[in-house]
């Protein structure tokens, strides 16, 4: 038997946050990030909604990129002494996803962080509160899934949390919240969604409900992500639904090794963090060349290509679509390999065996199309770091 799940309500278009002013209940709790939503103005904007629907607020600010355990605790033990009904998070992927793990501990005090590592795992949640997601960016698509992603600085992994208790129960996906990110951002999140949509499309978990989803998401982010990145705000609107749209295909077919490689990377090596985005843009064309190794998902790839209008057989398409995102990083300023990303060659040689044998153990891995090893891993990850042709 399978599952698909999905937020109860989706509210969209621009000027869609004022469904804030309809929301039924007593005491919200606003979870924020570093800052922007409130320098441009939407904090006042939802605190204003929520006062007009009588709900006593209150915020928890500074999700740093990337949310640590230590803010998760924190801002669970906000929770246990505000007693929300509401848990309300808005801004980039990493104060929604913060805010979905401190509601596991706000409603479970007693329950540790390791004990809902082993995905859908969790204590059945909405005992206390429901939760609402307002994203800024057009990238991670939290406001419609089932995942979080947590990392221990201390150990330098980040552990994504899946369960579809943390699915929200109210998404509000205003395209006006979108239009305050930089270029930079606009790329990254724009091939994050690219990816959950290719990576959903190739899972083993792949359904006639997620397909539509994935595809649609993939041609409007080949559409409309440049003039997005370029500053083209009606763009801009469609790329903040394909990431939404990506979302809701991936949260039920799960992800592959793009993901698990770009979790197990992006905190790994001191020369700085590597964008989640970035990180997958950089490894998407190298994993679609190893899983295409494997004939169903070569005939899937071949079918991604076929629906942005590339022809030829199925190896050609396969080919014609990695230098499509090629093509597409060069135009978003996304280095092509590690190497050119700036980690250092002693650094990555030292830790290579390492990050692939915990990449294999990721929980996106076991959704890929094709197995992987842990000494295949290594060969890949080296691949993305020089650039050479994945030929195993």
Not at 68 to 76: N, Q
Not at 92 to 98: C, F, L, R, T, W
Not at 306 to 322: F, P
Not at 344 to 369: H, Q, R
Request: include cysteine; hydrophobic fraction near 40%.
């Amino acid at each position: 038997m399978m599952r698909f799940t999905l937020p109860r309500d989706m509210y969209y278009g621009k000027g869609a946050l004022e469904h804030l002013k309809t929301l039924k209940g007593k005491k919200a709790i606003v979870v924020l990030g570093g800052g922007s939503m409130k320098r441009f103005g939407f904090v006042d904007k939802v605190l204003a909604y929520l006062k007009e629907a009588g709900i006593e607020t209150q915020l928890f600010e500074g999700v740093e990129p990337d949310p640590s355990v230590e803010t998760v605790m924190k801002g669970a033990q906000a929770m246990r002494d505000f007693e929300p009904d509401w848990i309300i998070a808005m801004g980039g992927g990493s104060p929604i996803d913060a805010a979905k793990a401190m509601w596991v501990f706000y409603e479970y005090p007693d329950t540790s962080f390791e004990a809902i590592l082993q995905p859908f795992s969790f204590p059945e949640l909405r005992q206390k509160a429901k939760f609402l997601a307002i994203p800024s960016t057009s990238g991670t698509a939290t406001e419609v899934t089932a995942f979080s992603v947590i990392t221990d600085y201390a150990k330098g992994i980040k552990y994504p949390l899946a369960d579809f208790n943390i699915t929200p129960d109210v998404a509000i996906v205003d395209p006006d919240l979108a239009e305050t990110m930089p270029p930079t951002l606009t790329a990254h999140t724009g091939m994050d969604a690219l990816t959950h949509a290719i990576e959903a499309y190739v899972s083993t978990l792949n359904s006639p409900f997620t397909d539509p989803l994935a595809l649609k998401a993939i041609s409007m982010v080949f559409e409309y992500l440049p003039d997005s990145y370029n500053g083209c705000m009606a763009s801009r609107e469609q790329m903040h639904y394909a990431q939404c749209l990506a979302g809701q295909a991936f949260s039920n077919a799960l992800l592959g090794i793009v993901h698990s490689m770009a979790h197990k990377t992006g905190a790994a090596f001191s020369t700085g963090h590597i964008p989640h985005g970035c990180a997958n843009a950089i490894y998407l064309p190298y994993v679609i060349q190893y899983n295409a190794k494997d004939q169903t998902a070569k005939e899937r790839y071949a079918a991604i290509a076929r629906s942005v209008g590339i022809t030829g057989s199925d190896s050609e398409c396969v080919a014609k679509l990695c230098k499509k995102i090629d093509e597409y990083n060069v135009k978003l300023n996304i280095p092509k390999t590690l190497q050119e990303f700036g980690i250092v060659e002693a650094e990555f040689k030292e830790k290579v065996a390492k990050i692939a044998e915990l990449a294999v153990g990721d929980a996106c891995t076991g959704s890929n199309p094709r197995a992987i090893t842990p000494a295949e891993m290594e060969k890949l990850l080296t691949c993305t770091y020089y650039g050479t042709a994945v030929e195993f």
